[in-house]
């Protein structure tokens, strides 16, 4: 039997597995940085709020990703998706949940769940967290939605959070 491929759906299905339809840039605002009520003693995890115009949940749905979070190398500031894969120490985060945007003033608040890793996602001791951020103001950040298949993966612009509002925290 002799298969017929319809163009229209050929086409159809490059555009869909090679991603066409660009994501535009979304500018972040950290807006807040606290400690998390799940930290432990020697493993701090932070609580981030962060807004931005854009609904990231729905962008996020509309695109069909499989998973959005917040990426800060520690070492470096290369946010290939190289690095963002093989990354060495980073503070990582996931969001609070699949609907967790929230509209105010014009803005959409998105809290994020963040904490200092290796490569391997072992948790960094305080005394290395510590020693890497010691002469930073800011820690460069990217929020990542990841795809399946083909498609290539989403970075927002790069934001900041301050070091100043991780020490004291860590230093409690």
Not at 13 to 38: H, M, N, Q, W
Not at 70 to 98: K, R, V
Request: hydrophobic letters at 35%; charged letters at 25%; one cysteine or more.
């Amino acid at each position: 039997m002799r298969m017929i491929l319809n163009p229209a759906c050929f086409i159809f299905f490059l555009a869909y597995i090679s991603g066409c339809k660009d994501i535009p840039p979304i500018a972040l605002r950290t807006d807040k940085v606290e400690g998390s009520k799940y930290s432990s003693q020697g493993r701090p995890i932070l609580d981030v709020t962060l807004s931005s115009e854009e609904d990231l949940v729905k962008i996020y749905k509309e695109e069909k990703g499989s998973n959005i979070y917040i990426f800060c190398p520690l070492q470096t500031s290369d946010f290939s998706i190289e690095n963002i894969s093989a990354g060495e120490d980073q503070l990582y985060g996931y969001n609070h949940g699949p609907d967790s945007s929230v509209r105010l003033n014009n803005r959409y608040i998105n809290k994020f769940t963040l904490r200092f890793i290796d490569k391997d996602f072992n948790w960094l001791d305080i005394n290395k967290i510590q020693e890497l951020i010691k002469n930073r103001k800011c820690i460069d950040c990217k929020l990542v939605i990841a795809f399946f298949l083909f498609k290539k993966n989403f970075l927002s612009n790069t934001f900041c959070i301050p070091v100043d509002s991780i020490t004291k925290y860590i230093n409690h």
